[in-house]
């Protein structure tokens, strides 16, 4: 398998903190390729024999203004099982309700736009609902959980503007984990 070539803006391009407009239908085959690429690309980066004869940063999600297209899509790829993944292509997500329930990951949120090491918690919904399109633009919803309801919250935030490291308190990185359920 041969990895994609994508170029991922790093946290210090100004790129990022665009709002992503709301995407048209039908899809650009150049958009439709880009999804297909994202989807390769974060399978290899958590499949370790990829990772590490690539060199490659696992990662779940992914997207479009991480590439520099301020478009209202993300990609997530989850591993369900051993090298057996649930992918998500989600258009013009918005969230219709979420659990009273905060939850962090315990080892910490990453990104693969943000190259270093941060400390602290980031406080998210346990659960959500979302309407979105599909890559055919039809009108969907879905219920996500536990660390696939962070993922699509991670994304969800590059959308809009927000990397992870904005939702850490600078001054107590870990404000209000009692608060909260580490998962």
Avoid: W
């Amino acid at each position: 398998m041969e990895v994609p070539h994508l170029k991922i803006l790093d946290e210090k391009n100004k790129t990022l903190r665009l709002t992503s407009k709301e995407v048209t239908f039908p899809l650009s085959n150049e958009d439709k390729k880009r999804i297909q690429d994202i989807i390769t690309y974060l399978t290899m980066s958590q499949i370790e024999e990829y990772y590490t004869k690539y060199n490659l940063r696992p990662g779940m999600g992914l997207a479009f203004i991480q590439l520099g297209i301020p478009k209202n899509i993300f990609v997530i790829v989850e591993e369900v099982d051993e090298e057996k993944f649930q992918n998500y292509v989600i258009i013009n997500p918005k969230m219709i309700s979420h659990s009273e329930e905060l939850v962090y990951i315990g080892e910490g949120e990453g990104c693969l736009s943000v190259n270093r090491e941060v400390e602290g918690i980031v406080p998210r919904y346990a659960r959500m609902r979302i309407s979105y399109q599909d890559e055919n633009g039809e009108k969907k919803e879905i219920r996500v959980r536990e660390e696939v309801s962070v993922a699509f919250q991670h994304e969800m935030d590059h959308l809009n503007g927000i990397l992870f490291v904005d939702k850490i308190d600078k001054k107590n990185p870990f404000k209000d984990q009692d608060k909260m359920r580490e998962i």
